[in-house]
């Protein structure tokens, strides 16, 4: 069993940057690719980032490549996603979660994910 609890969301303006972070329980947290998604009001949750066990490997969608920085520390049993140049489409619930497969075909599919945190709001003002 995993626990996740993600935090650093609130309120920034456009352009502006926020630092969200993933902490899990449990001594197994290398053992887990570690993604985000988020959910915006009247929206299905979609993929944003994902980064290995090992953070040989990440994965970005499109909409958020080059502006979001996905990084992890294993010590700490922690998942970060530095946000830069945010927007006002980036509102919305973002969810830390976790996934044992180490197929990175499945990585981007939330129905995969084994473990979820509750979420933390993000909204950004133009």
């Known amino acids: 069993q995993v626990q996740l609890i993600e935090s650093g969301g609130g309120l920034a303006q456009a352009g502006g940057s926020l630092r969200l972070s993933c902490v899990a329980s449990g001594r197994t947290f290398s053992t887990y690719a570690m993604g985000w998604f988020r959910q915006a009001p009247g929206k299905e949750r979609e993929f944003v980032s994902v980064?290995?066990?090992?953070?040989?490997?990440?994965y970005y969608d499109i909409s958020v490549k080059g502006r979001f920085a996905i990084s992890r520390d294993n010590a700490k049993n922690t998942v970060y996603l530095q946000m830069t140049n945010l927007k006002p489409e980036d509102t919305a619930v973002y969810y830390c979660g976790a996934q044992e497969s180490t197929d990175s075909d499945t990585w981007v599919r939330g129905d995969l994910y084994n473990y979820w945190g509750r979420g933390t709001q993000v909204t950004v003002s133009s």
């Open positions: 980064v290995s066990r090992s953070s040989s490997v990440a």
